[in-house]
């Protein structure tokens, strides 16, 4: 069974640019929810989505934004890039709706801002 | 202050060394609890689950969980090289109870740094 699949794997981008990250989740999976993770901050919650309704945001500002396609696979947009978003972006799948720990990570996309 | 505190470490033993990590919480309504092990460039991978009170065995690995002092504790026996990596403490709430808040939401400790080394 293929697991969460995060493309791409790294990319480089410029303050003011805006970037797009996307997540196929495990197939049969319905939520897929979104974290940044730096050193600083560990892991921090962006946002979940369910059947194509994000059920749940994080504190971060709306620079930060996501859908859900009928298929399950989601995508991330950050626009006008700080700094400070340079971070490993995770996505997670799971099961059901509201998840209960049992999340599936990929590997990440990591985005560095130059 | 945060939700969730990790001793970040970094923690070194030796190999066959029994580790130990643990996590406080503030947040009374974490109810699952789970620790999630990451290795370096890729993401995590759930270790542990355990709802509410309690411990839980599999294999070399043992979660502990006591609410009452809002404390959460993993430990590791016969460590090995391979166990190097960092592990994360998350928790998240009942979703009966969560008024559809918190799906999704997964609140993580900082991360503990751990090295077996041979």
């Known amino acids: 069974k293929a697991g969460v699949t995060q493309t791409p794997r790294y990319l480089i981008k410029t303050r003011g640019q805006q970037v797009t990250l996307s997540c196929s989740p495990i197939s049969g999976h319905r939520s897929v929810s979104w974290y940044q993770q730096t050193p600083g901050q560990g892991l921090q919650f962006l946002f979940e989505?369910?059947?194509?309704?994000?059920?749940n945001k994080g504190n971060f500002p709306g620079r930060f934004s996501g859908r859900q396609f009928s298929n399950s696979r989601s995508e991330m947009n950050v626009s006008t890039l700080e700094l400070g978003d340079s971070a490993l972006y995770l996505c997670?799948?799971?099961?059901?709706?509201?998840?209960?720990?049992?999340?599936?990570f990929g590997e990440g996309s990591r985005l560095t801002v130059l | 202050q945060k939700e969730v505190e990790q001793d970040p470490g970094p923690l070194s033993v030796p190999e066959g060394a029994i580790v130990s990590l643990n996590c406080t919480y503030s947040?009374?309504?974490?109810?699952?609890f789970m620790w999630y092990r990451q290795y370096s460039r890729k993401g995590p991978e759930l270790l542990m689950y355990?709802?509410?009170?309690g411990n839980k065995e599999d294999g070399r690995f043992t979660a502990q969980v006591d609410k009452s002092s809002k404390y959460i504790s993993l430990f590791i026996r016969d460590s090995q090289p391979s166990d190097s990596a960092t592990y994360l403490c998350a928790m998240s709430p009942s979703a009966a109870n969560a008024g559809g808040t918190s799906y999704g939401k997964l609140t993580f400790g900082q991360g503990t740094i751990l090295t077996v080394h041979p």
């Open positions: 947040n009374s309504a974490f109810q699952y």
């Open positions: 355990t709802y509410s009170s």
């Open positions: 997670a799948s799971s099961l059901a709706q509201g998840a209960t720990g049992e999340l599936f």
């Open positions: 989505y369910f059947s194509e309704t994000q059920r």
